[in-house]
């Protein structure tokens, strides 16, 4: 008589110790790619420190400047409602972070806003001995309340600065002109490696391995198809500021602003022949994009030490007559 079959044992345990072994190797492999992930991450944070050290913008600055603040868009910015005696002047700030009066509900105005860098931001001069000030100030006493001028200016800024500041704010408040006034700031020196103003970006946001793999693609780009002119000089080449400028006067045009090229000049411009670069280009790129270009140069008497609080920076008297030479060239052309 043949007896039963009865189930193993053995196959019900063999079955359990594959389970294990495969649950083990998954445990492991998800604990190597767990480790290598952090790996990179770590190296990627190394690599986002040693590339933030290159870049045009303190990041760490700012924490303690009680002037200005960190801007994801536009490197710093002014702190807001400021009201401080500095050693040779009197800076205030509006709710919007910018050397002005509260800016006036539209009520049919003629709106200016100024974009410059420290030159028109008014470095060594109170609040009401600005360019931009006096303008208003003569602009209103021509025709009463029709005129704001808004001082956009910032120490420091350039024209990639002052773009950036034109399409995310500068646009909002409806100007009907544009004063460009840059051309000193963007030709600052790039250590090897270093970036310039149009590869600036703000890396701590981003997780290490992104950068790291934005990073390498970069590279593999440049090795493809290497930098035509050879390895960065200047924080903005000539061609980057010409199409910074020409970037302006196209977001101008689409709102129906009008736009000016400023030039300011420094004291060695002052009484001489021979004329700059920066200043040959400045007229070239005001032809270039159809924009007015004014040139205060020919404003400024020589010998020009009564006008200037250094070099580079005009004291009030030299403001004034630059407000004087700008009111000039609004009040009789074909602008408004």
């Not at 021509?142 to 773009?163: D, R, T």
């Not at 995310?168 to 090897?192: C, D, H, Q, Y």
């Not at 924009?291 to 400024?300: K, L, V």
């Not at 008297?317 to 700008?326: M, R």
Request: proline fraction near 6%; charge should be negative; glycine fraction near 10%.
């Amino acid at each position: 008589m043949t007896e039963p079959n009865t189930p193993s044992c053995s196959g019900g345990t063999d079955a359990r110790r594959t389970v294990g072994l495969r649950l083990a190797g998954l445990l492991l492999f998800a604990a190597t790619l767990l480790f290598c992930l952090l790996l990179l991450e770590f190296a990627g944070r190394a690599y986002i420190a040693r590339i933030t050290e290159k870049m045009p913008v303190d990041f760490t600055a700012y924490q303690t400047d009680f002037i200005h603040q960190y801007d994801g868009k536009l490197g710093w910015a002014m702190r807001p409602n400021l009201d401080v005696s500095l050693p040779t002047y009197r800076l205030t700030t509006n709710s919007q972070g910018l050397r002005n009066k509260e800016i006036r509900q539209a009520k049919g105005q003629v709106r200016i806003v100024a974009l410059g860098d420290s030159r028109t931001f008014g470095e060594g001069a109170d609040n009401e001995h600005t360019w931009p000030a006096l303008l208003e100030k003569k602009l209103n006493e021509y025709k009463p309340g029709l005129f704001e001028v808004i001082n956009a200016g910032v120490s420091g800024y350039n024209a990639f600065q002052g773009l950036r500041y034109l399409e995310t704010r500068g646009m909002e408040l409806k100007p009907n002109l544009v004063i460009s006034a840059f051309g000193v700031n963007e030709w600052g020196k790039v250590e090897p490696g270093g970036a310039g103003w149009l590869e600036w970006e703000d890396l701590s946001s981003q997780w290490g391995i992104e950068a790291l793999l934005r990073g390498a693609i970069k590279g593999c780009a440049a090795m493809v198809s290497p930098p035509p002119f050879g390895p960065r000089e200047f924080r903005m080449s000539p061609g980057e500021y010409v199409d910074a400028l020409n970037c302006m006067q196209k977001l101008c045009r689409r709102q129906g602003a009008a736009f000016s090229v400023l030039y300011l000049p420094s004291v060695p411009e002052i009484g001489i022949t021979d004329i700059f670069a920066v200043r040959w280009l400045s007229e070239g790129i005001a032809g270039y994009c159809s924009a007015a270009y004014w040139d205060a140069t020919e404003a400024i008497p020589a010998p020009p030490d009564a006008y200037y609080v250094d070099p580079f920076h005009f004291n009030a008297s030299g403001n004034e007559l630059i407000a004087d030479h700008l009111f000039e060239k609004i009040t009789t052309g074909p602008l408004f």
